[in-house]
């Protein structure tokens, strides 16, 4: 059975209409009712209670009906075109680029020759296409719009929400170095551990590799963050800023000269005996480094009596 | 003899440095989604496990690397194998390799350090030294901790090492003393449980068996699907570091070059040469 869109309760494929959606419809309606009723009461009560101060007690009702009701209207108007106002806010990049391209190109064309319109045509699309760095910017960008889109598709397709088929509130995103990370607000009837159920589905959905799910913060449960990853980092090679610390002007502090070892191979060093070696080590007390290396100035005459 | 070597208290303190201060979190590596990862590495200590050939030398150095450009920082250094922490030995207030005698002598000198540290911090009505107190930190470094506790030296030295390392580990983080050691697999007869668990951080690499995994970063992460036997052996350097209380993250550490390590390693020594004292090797010798 098809689960409800928001879409479609809007009518685009009023094709498909289901009973849940006439639900959902139905349920709109109410609460536009309701929130006509409630915001012309206390408007209405608000600018009574203030107008009959100064003025005639009915003169001062009658204030608060004229006043009241075009509230409440506009109250139950924002209700009826929520779902237009949500479908704004998740085009809105969209909207936004295609309403400066298409500014920009009439402009353009009022303002220049056909010459100019095509240079600046082609450096506004040759130097992103030619420099990568830029390139890779601009992708990483656009799948951050297309992302929002994807999860949105989840949360309406197979994410089971809630009665009234609210929707999960996408906020931001941003490119990270494996892919995107998305800021979500969820309503009444999801969590945390609904979604973790269904990262493998969710990474599909966003043709990603992987989807992690976290709160974005100690303190609401609503407010979440997807990692969406399409690249591996940890096989990469990681430097670190210590080597730019490093003056290379600085001269070199003069050291031990390092004496060579010698006896590198099996036939040169002598089976020693064990007397020989209690010996060695009787004579030298401190004898604890191969003497080749003893490199390390300061701790060859250590008195642990100094320190204990 | 230089004059670094002296004083653990730090009266003759390290000359300055490029401004770098081991209270400041240490940078290790990145995360798995790009991010970079920073350890408050003084206050916690740090544990990194794994089979040989993972990493873990890489991840020493690279703190060896930060606390050696650190303003008054001392180093002090445990490599049995002389090679892995070799290139700091210079700037470092004691090597040890292979003598577990001076490993001790050196531990029992840290545990002191440590123990009028903190008769200095009661002595101000603290309980914690921070970077605004004029003493220094002792990191200390101990690679291949199973050589120290287990195959050099005799049996009682090994315990006594053993206790003595508990003692500094369990010390050493609330008086700017953090030790920072690897081993292949803390088992309980490298390392018990218990002192494992005195390491605030834990970065678990490369294991053979899902136990070993568990044995690092604690009972019933891999079950949990944090499971260090799944990282794959030509990844080397990537692990899943634990830090306390949270979830482990799989990270990657960052890597010197030998050649990154040298040159830090003698632009440290000429921050770190002593100003007033004359250089003398002789003496030394
Ligand atoms: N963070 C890293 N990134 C890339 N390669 C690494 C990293 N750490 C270690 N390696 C590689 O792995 C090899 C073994 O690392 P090492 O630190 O000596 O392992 P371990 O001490 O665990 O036996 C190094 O020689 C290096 O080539
Ligand atoms: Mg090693």
Redesign the pocket.
Known sequence: MPKFTPNRAFGRRSGTVTVIEAKVHRSSERRARFAFIIAALVVGVVTMIVASATMHPILAALLGVAVGGPSGALAWALFRIWPVIRLVWWWLPEIAFVTAVMYGWVQLAQHTPMWVRFVIVGLVVGVPALVPAIRRRLIALAWCVIVRHRLRVCFAQFIVANQSGSLPLILWARPTPVGERVWIYLRPGLSVADLQGRLEKIAVACHAYSVLVERAGEGNSAYLRFDIKRREVLTA??GTPLVDVVDPDTPKVPRQPATMPTALDLPDVADEPALAKAAKSAGNPNGKKPAASSADPSSTDDDINDWI | MSSIARDPLGTDRVPVGPGLSMFDPMFV?IDEFGEAVFLDVVYRNLLAA??????????LNLAAGTAALCDNTRLVLFDAKWV?LGPWRHIADEFVGRDLDHAISVLRRLVTVADNRYQWLLAHERRKVNRYDDLSVIVTII?ELAMYSTVLGTKPQQEEFESLLRGLVSLGRACGMPVIA?TQRPSWDIIPASLRDLFGFRAA?RCTSLNSSNIILGQGWAEQGYNAADISPTN??AAYLLAEGGLPRRV????LSDADIYAIADYAAWLRRPTTAAFDWGMAA
């Open positions: 090679n990681v | 590596g794994g089979e040989p050939g993972g990493g873990k030398s890489g991840l892995e690679d690897a690499f080397q350097g990657k550490a960052a890597y």
